[in-house]
């Protein structure tokens, strides 16, 4: 299976679907992402120099700060969000972003889920269906564990009763021991795309062409 990964960061994505069993993965990012896993090709991710008809499935988190209700409000940000969708419309694909971002027919992917500590919900826009477990916030130590904005204080409401890890704990935390306190910020837990791209290689070898092989 073949993934191709735009607006790669530093791969905590990928990482996810290599664990659900991708053998060939590429990132792509305009920002250069010396951590990054996998191949990686430094380039607009909007216009990728590669052929999406050549990976079985394309996976892509354009940049949150337009929706997020963290960033800084007298910001003006980019949404990416929908001529991402165009880019990727006739092409299996799924989009990631925040809460309140545009996207369709979402699945909610949070990390109680997952039976972590991590106050990290997350919407996917995907083109096959899948089934997710409940969301219980029942976290183990009372509250959560968020990892956002360089792992410092936050204004936003929401997280006035969670924690703030070191580096260390959030690496343990996320499931990602190569990232740098910046990287781990923008990135999600692997355990979410690990999830969802299991059920897409599940699905695509119980397809009628993928028997007929």
């Known amino acids: 299976m073949r993934l191709l990964d735009l607006f790669s960061g530093a ?33 607009d991710a909007l216009n990728p120099p590669v052929d999406l008809g050549a990976f079985d499935l394309v996976h892509a988190s354009p940049p949150c700060q337009a929706y997020s209700n963290i960033s800084p409000q007298t910001t003006e940000y980019p949404d990416l969000v929908a001529p991402t969708q165009r880019l990727l419309a006739d092409r299996p694909h799924v989009i990631e972003n925040v809460p309140g971002a545009p996207l369709n027919g979402y699945l909610r992917l949070c990390g ?88 897409f290689i599940a699905q695509a070898r119980n397809r009628p062409e993928a028997e007929s092989r």
């Not at 791969?11 to 996998?38: C, K, M, R, S």
């Not at 009372?142 to 006035?160: H, M, S």
């Open 112 to 199: 109680s889920m997952f039976n972590t500590d991590i106050q990290r919900h997350r919407y996917f826009e995907m083109t096959f269906p899948a089934w997710s477990p409940p969301c219980s916030h029942n976290w183990a130590e009372g509250r959560p564990w968020t990892v956002t904005g360089e792992l410092k204080a936050t204004i936003d409401d929401r997280y006035q009763h969670s924690f703030k890890p070191s580096l260390v704990r959030a690496q343990t935390l996320m499931g990602i021991d190569w990232m740098t306190r910046h990287e781990i910020t923008e990135a999600i837990p692997p355990a979410y795309t690990r999830f969802i791209g299991e059920q």
């Open 11 to 43: 791969g905590g994505a990928a990482w996810g679907y290599h664990l659900a069993g991708f053998t060939e993965i590429v990132g792509v990012d305009i920002v250069p992402q010396p951590n990054y896993p996998f191949d990686f090709v430094r380039a």
